[in-house]
């Protein structure tokens, strides 16, 4: 079965930095897109960061240049890097992939569990 396992999350003060990581697992065939997604406390989940497989990236203006997103291929992974935070970076980050299993025949979307972002000011 397909999974995606984030990791990384905690609590920063404002200025710090942190880096998030999400690592698929399961039978894999291929991996499409990868993307990161956040919610805060009584808002919708908004897109973060994405990259394809190819290794473009597209960010949300307001991350653009605080926010790196990056993958391995070879480890099924995908990293956000943050720096500059702020307290209205304060979110659930959620990891998002366009993944097609081995016993599949195209691919399906997959969202991790969630890793909780706090950020003190």
């Known amino acids: 079965q397909v999974q995606l396992v984030e990791s990384g999350g905690g609590l920063v003060q404002a200025g710090g930095s942190l880096r998030l990581s999400c690592a698929a697992s399961?039978?894999?065939?291929?991996?499409?897109?990868m993307a990161w997604y956040h919610q805060a406390p009584g808002k919708q989940r908004e897109l973060v960061a994405a990259?394809?497989?190819?290794?473009?990236?597209n960010y949300t203006v307001s991350n653009q240049g605080r926010f790196t997103i990056s993958r391995d291929n070879a480890e099924k992974t995908v990293y956000l890097q943050m720096m500059s935070l702020s307290p209205e970076d304060t979110a659930v980050y959620y990891c998002n992939a366009d993944i097609r299993p081995s016993n599949a025949l195209y691919p399906r979307n997959y969202w991790g569990q969630g890793t909780q972002v706090t950020v003190s000011s």
């Open positions: 990259i394809t497989s190819g290794g473009s990236t």
């Open positions: 399961g039978s894999i065939f291929s991996i499409n897109a």
